[in-house]
């Protein structure tokens, strides 16, 4: 049975960092791209960024470039989300996400497995 465990989130001031894991289980982690996705109150759940199987591309949504990076390590089935220079409007709960393909995704549609949310909330 595949599982995804999110941790690390927490609170921090604007402009603080903090550093996301989703740890897999149930597969061979390395052969699937992974994704990040958040979702705030009332809102749609939107596409954070992705990582392709192995690690060989990254591609981030436009509101995160330049500001957050995905990263994975497959000898702990983990993949991580650093977040620099956070913004109050980075405040929602982080899902990761696997999807049955080496190539990375951008919609929820195409992710097959979801882990269980961790809230970050920063603060002005």
């Known amino acids: 049975q595949v599982q995804l465990v999110e941790s690390g989130g927490g609170l921090v001031q604007a402009g603080g960092s903090l550093r996301l894991s989703c740890a897999a289980s149930g597969l061979t982690f390395s052969s699937y791209a992974m994704g990040w996705f958040r979702q705030a109150p009332g809102k749609e759940r939107e596409f954070v960024g992705t990582?392709?199987?192995?690690?060989?591309?990254?591609y981030n949504a436009d509101s995160v470039k330049g500001r957050f990076t995905i990263s994975r390590d497959s000898a702990k089935n983990t993949v991580y989300l650093q977040m620099n220079s956070l913004k109050p409007e980075d405040t929602a709960v982080y899902y990761c996400?696997?999807?049955?393909?080496?190539?990375?995704?951008?919609?929820?549609?195409?992710?097959?497995?979801w882990g269980q949310g961790t809230q970050v909330t920063v603060s002005s």
């Open positions: 990582i392709s199987a192995y690690g060989a591309r990254t």
């Open positions: 996400a696997l999807t049955d393909s080496a190539y990375g995704r951008t919609s929820k549609q195409q992710y097959n497995y």
